[in-house]
């Protein structure tokens, strides 16, 4: 249980387009999801926080109106990368986290594959 | 702010040595400390964790134990085969958010 998919696995695009990269939960509702993009040879930076049906919670320094993300359903966030330049090519993740969890699991959240962006 | 650190890699071991992945961490509060695996070409995996002061968390022969007073987490295993080659990210809870090591990349050699 608690896979998270993603898609697409990667993508190539031309300076100036926009990419929609979706993250579904698969077998779980999940209320908040987490938006990550990786550098290489480098750790996971927390971009958003969305939960079902309301604003994300963007982290310092995160473009809202370059990453636009919706999180219309419970099972299905989209990070929206609005006129990419070759600077966003990153390994974007996301994860989810259902709305409760036994006692002890409640700060878990579960991975998607990731989606490799490149622009060119 | 809450950090993490950890050991830089890639660590290269033969099959069958002993593994130590260094993490220690900066937190206000008591917060629960992970170990997340991403193996190539997928996603990122829980390998276990620890949700206070002395815990010891195990998976897949893996340990690593939340030792407050040295504000480390240090990941073990005692003998290593070739499918543990893969990312492994040091992690600490922040309320729902996670704040992550910079990851450190182990190579196992037949």
């Keep these: ?120 | 702010g809450d950090s993490v650190t950890q050991m830089e890699g890639p660590v290269t071991l033969s099959e069958e040595a002993f593994l130590t992945i260094n993490c220690t961490y900066t937190a206000t509060g008591y917060p629960s400390l992970f170990w997340y695996v991403q193996y190539p070409g997928e996603g990122l995996q829980l390998l276990l964790k620890a949700t206070k002061a002395d815990d010891k968390g195990s998976n897949k022969g893996f340990e690593a134990t939340y030792r407050k007073e040295t504000t480390s987490f240090h990941l073990e295993k005692g003998s290593v085969q070739v499918s543990d080659s893969a990312v492994y990210f040091c992690a600490l809870s922040f309320r729902y958010q996670l704040i992550w090591g910079a990851g450190t990349k182990l190579i196992i050699k037949p």
């Design chain 1, 1 to 120: 249980g608690a896979v998270v998919s993603q898609h697409p696995s990667w993508v190539i695009c031309k300076s100036g387009t926009s990419v929609k990269i979706e993250c579904r939960s698969l077998d779980f509702q999940a209320t908040t999801m987490f938006w990550y993009r990786q550098f290489p040879k480098q750790s996971l930076m927390l971009m958003a926080t969305s939960n079902e049906g309301s604003k994300a919670t963007y982290e310092q320094g995160v473009e809202k109106d370059k990453f636009l993300i919706n999180h219309a359903s419970l099972t299905l966030s989209t990070l929206t990368v609005t006129s990419a330049h070759p600077e966003d090519s990153s390994f974007y993740i996301c994860s989810a986290r259902p709305p409760s969890l036994p006692s002890g699991r409640y700060n878990e959240q579960f991975f998607g594959p990731g989606t490799r962006l490149t622009v060119l």
